[in-house]
């Protein structure tokens, strides 16, 4: 599997946020494309902290939980939870 990245945000981000914001980006575009998963007037994706070390083998659950705090923290990404089931935590 090839990941790529824009080298503009991994100067100023950082690398791994660059590759998951990458990734991020391709699903949520594909989600508009689709017109699925639009709630509050936006375009959404999720995956499991599992599915994500699948698709990057080279990060563990924690690296992913660290990277994906740090787009949030930096306002690149925002987390939204929409799900039917109130105990599903999802997010």
Do not use: C
């Not at 080298?7 to 690398?15: E, S």
């Not at 791994?16 to 007037?41: C, P, Q, S």
Request: proline share 1%.
């Amino acid at each position: 599997m090839e990941h790529q990245f824009n080298t503009i945000i991994a100067k100023k981000y950082g690398v791994d946020e660059a590759i998951l914001l990458h990734n991020l980006n391709f699903w949520i575009t594909k989600n508009e494309a689709n017109n699925k998963h639009f709630y509050d007037g936006k375009y959404w994706t999720y995956n499991s902290m599992e599915a994500f070390t699948i698709l990057f083998p080279y990060w563990s659950k924690r690296q992913v939980e660290r990277i994906l705090n740090s787009l949030i923290d930096k306002g690149l990404i925002i987390k939204g939870n929409y799900n039917k089931i109130s105990y599903d935590r999802t997010s």
